[in-house]
Protein backbone atom coordinates (compact mmCIF):
# COMPACT_ATOMS: atom_id res chain seq x y z
CA UNK A 1 0.00 0.00 0.00
CA UNK A 2 1.23 3.37 -0.78
CA UNK A 3 2.36 5.83 2.21
CA UNK A 4 -0.35 8.52 0.33
CA UNK A 5 -3.33 7.30 -0.55
CA UNK A 6 -5.27 8.74 -3.74
CA UNK A 7 -7.09 12.06 -2.57
CA UNK A 8 -10.96 11.23 -2.04
CA UNK A 9 -12.20 13.42 -5.21
CA UNK A 10 -14.78 14.85 -2.94
CA UNK A 11 -12.44 16.36 0.02
CA UNK A 12 -10.35 17.73 -3.01
CA UNK A 13 -10.12 21.70 -2.97
CA UNK A 14 -10.86 23.93 -5.25
CA UNK A 15 -7.38 23.71 -6.88
CA UNK A 16 -7.10 20.54 -6.81
CA UNK A 17 -9.96 19.29 -8.08
CA UNK A 18 -9.26 21.99 -11.58
CA UNK A 19 -5.71 20.19 -11.80
CA UNK A 20 -7.36 16.81 -11.53
CA UNK A 21 -10.10 17.39 -14.00
CA UNK A 22 -7.25 19.01 -16.41
CA UNK A 23 -5.19 15.53 -16.04
CA UNK A 24 -7.97 13.79 -16.72
CA UNK A 25 -8.90 15.40 -19.40
CA UNK A 26 -5.47 15.67 -21.34
CA UNK A 27 -3.72 12.38 -23.02
CA UNK A 28 -3.21 10.39 -19.49
CA UNK A 29 -6.33 10.01 -19.12
CA UNK A 30 -6.33 9.27 -15.19
CA UNK A 31 -4.75 10.12 -12.18
CA UNK A 32 -2.56 7.45 -10.68
CA UNK A 33 0.88 6.53 -9.24
CA UNK A 34 2.95 9.84 -8.91
CA UNK A 35 0.33 12.27 -9.88
CA UNK A 36 -2.07 11.10 -7.17
CA UNK A 37 0.45 12.10 -4.66
CA UNK A 38 1.86 15.25 -6.30
CA UNK A 39 -1.67 16.10 -6.21
CA UNK A 40 -2.03 16.76 -2.22
CA UNK A 41 0.55 19.67 -3.64
CA UNK A 42 -1.96 21.05 -6.24
CA UNK A 43 0.91 23.39 -7.79
CA UNK A 44 2.87 20.77 -7.91
CA UNK A 45 0.96 18.47 -9.66
CA UNK A 46 0.19 21.51 -12.28
CA UNK A 47 3.34 22.04 -12.84
CA UNK A 48 4.59 18.81 -12.90
CA UNK A 49 2.04 17.43 -14.89
CA UNK A 50 2.78 20.16 -17.46
CA UNK A 51 6.25 19.19 -17.85
CA UNK A 52 5.84 15.35 -18.03
CA UNK A 53 3.07 16.11 -20.89
CA UNK A 54 5.88 17.75 -22.77
CA UNK A 55 8.48 15.15 -22.10
CA UNK A 56 6.32 12.48 -23.02
CA UNK A 57 4.70 14.16 -25.92
CA UNK A 58 6.32 16.87 -27.27
CA UNK A 59 9.75 16.69 -27.07
CA UNK A 60 11.88 16.28 -29.96
CA UNK A 61 13.27 12.90 -29.44
CA UNK A 62 11.06 10.04 -31.10
CA UNK A 63 8.69 7.99 -28.91
CA UNK A 64 11.31 5.20 -29.30
CA UNK A 65 14.12 6.80 -27.67
CA UNK A 66 12.00 8.91 -25.07
CA UNK A 67 10.79 5.05 -24.07
CA UNK A 68 14.01 3.56 -23.93
CA UNK A 69 15.04 6.70 -21.50
CA UNK A 70 12.44 6.22 -19.58
CA UNK A 71 12.67 2.63 -19.24
CA UNK A 72 16.37 2.61 -18.22
CA UNK A 73 15.62 5.61 -15.74
CA UNK A 74 12.49 3.35 -14.02
CA UNK A 75 15.04 0.04 -13.89
CA UNK A 76 17.80 2.00 -12.54
CA UNK A 77 15.85 3.68 -9.58
CA UNK A 78 13.61 -0.16 -9.62
CA UNK A 79 10.22 1.89 -10.05
CA UNK A 80 7.82 -0.95 -10.42
CA UNK A 81 5.34 1.57 -11.04
CA UNK A 82 6.71 3.51 -13.52
CA UNK A 83 8.42 0.39 -15.72
CA UNK A 84 4.85 -1.07 -15.65
CA UNK A 85 3.38 1.87 -16.80
CA UNK A 86 6.08 1.75 -19.90
CA UNK A 87 6.97 -1.27 -20.94
CA UNK A 88 3.35 -0.98 -23.45
CA UNK A 89 4.49 2.23 -24.54
CA UNK A 90 8.11 0.98 -25.16
CA UNK A 91 7.38 -2.05 -27.15
CA UNK A 92 4.52 -0.08 -28.96
CA UNK A 93 7.10 2.70 -29.92
CA UNK A 94 9.40 0.17 -31.54
CA UNK A 95 11.89 -1.46 -28.98
CA UNK A 96 12.58 -4.99 -29.35
CA UNK A 97 11.15 -7.16 -26.76
CA UNK A 98 14.98 -8.67 -26.39
CA UNK A 99 15.90 -4.98 -24.78
CA UNK A 100 12.86 -4.92 -22.58
CA UNK A 101 14.07 -8.19 -21.16
CA UNK A 102 17.48 -7.28 -20.76
CA UNK A 103 16.77 -3.98 -19.43
CA UNK A 104 14.22 -5.91 -16.65
CA UNK A 105 17.55 -8.29 -16.09
CA UNK A 106 19.62 -5.30 -15.44
CA UNK A 107 22.06 -6.53 -18.20
CA UNK A 108 23.49 -4.40 -20.91
CA UNK A 109 21.06 -4.77 -24.13
CA UNK A 110 22.32 -5.53 -27.20
CA UNK A 111 21.51 -2.93 -29.77
CA UNK A 112 20.97 -3.07 -33.50
CA UNK A 113 20.63 0.66 -33.71
CA UNK A 114 23.16 3.18 -32.94
CA UNK A 115 20.82 5.83 -31.48
CA UNK A 116 19.55 3.60 -29.03
CA UNK A 117 22.77 2.43 -27.63
CA UNK A 118 23.50 6.26 -27.44
CA UNK A 119 20.14 7.34 -25.20
CA UNK A 120 20.86 3.71 -23.18
CA UNK A 121 24.56 4.52 -22.63
CA UNK A 122 23.77 8.35 -21.70
CA UNK A 123 20.68 7.75 -19.56
CA UNK A 124 22.95 5.23 -18.07
CA UNK A 125 25.99 7.00 -16.77
CA UNK A 126 24.16 10.64 -16.04
CA UNK A 127 21.98 8.76 -13.89
CA UNK A 128 24.45 6.57 -12.19
CA UNK A 129 27.72 8.87 -12.27
CA UNK A 130 25.69 12.36 -11.72
CA UNK A 131 27.57 13.41 -15.17
CA UNK A 132 28.38 12.92 -18.76
CA UNK A 133 31.92 12.26 -20.42
CA UNK A 134 33.07 14.28 -23.17
CA UNK A 135 33.35 11.56 -25.31
CA UNK A 136 29.46 10.66 -24.42
CA UNK A 137 28.16 14.30 -25.30
CA UNK A 138 29.75 14.92 -27.75
CA UNK A 139 28.58 11.40 -29.54
CA UNK A 140 24.90 12.74 -27.89
CA UNK A 141 25.07 16.57 -30.15
CA UNK A 142 26.15 14.65 -33.21
CA UNK A 143 23.80 11.91 -32.69
CA UNK A 144 20.60 14.03 -31.45
CA UNK A 145 21.39 17.35 -31.67
CA UNK A 146 22.05 20.19 -29.23
CA UNK A 147 17.62 20.00 -29.08
CA UNK A 148 17.35 16.55 -28.82
CA UNK A 149 20.06 16.45 -26.47
CA UNK A 150 18.39 18.98 -23.80
CA UNK A 151 15.47 16.97 -24.38
CA UNK A 152 16.52 13.61 -23.68
CA UNK A 153 18.23 15.50 -20.04
CA UNK A 154 14.56 16.94 -19.87
CA UNK A 155 13.24 13.18 -19.81
CA UNK A 156 15.75 11.72 -17.62
CA UNK A 157 15.15 14.43 -15.00
CA UNK A 158 11.56 14.30 -15.13
CA UNK A 159 11.18 10.21 -15.10
CA UNK A 160 14.17 10.41 -11.65
CA UNK A 161 11.28 13.00 -10.15
CA UNK A 162 8.87 10.70 -10.85
CA UNK A 163 11.45 7.25 -9.72
CA UNK A 164 12.25 9.41 -6.30
CA UNK A 165 8.12 10.05 -5.90
CA UNK A 166 7.65 6.41 -6.42
CA UNK A 167 10.46 5.14 -3.91
CA UNK A 168 9.62 7.70 -1.74
CA UNK A 169 6.07 7.11 -1.00
CA UNK A 170 6.16 3.40 -1.65
CA UNK A 171 4.08 4.04 -4.55
CA UNK A 172 2.45 0.19 -5.93
CA UNK A 173 3.05 -1.09 -9.26
CA UNK A 174 0.02 -1.00 -10.95
CA UNK A 175 -2.41 -4.01 -10.58
CA UNK A 176 -5.26 -5.01 -13.50
CA UNK A 177 -8.39 -3.71 -12.13
Known amino acids: MARLP ?5 KMNKRQKEIYDDIVSGPRGNVRGPLAVWLYRAELADKAQQLGRYCRYDSSLSPRLSELAILTTARIWDAAFEWQ ?3 PHALAAGIDQDIVDALA ?4 PDFSNDDEQLVYEFSRELNLTRGVSDALYASAISVLGEEGTVDLVGVLGYYALISMTIKAFDVDP ?4
Do not use: C, F
Open 6 to 10: ALDQA
Open 174 to 177: ITES
Open 85 to 87: AHV
Open 105 to 108: ADHD
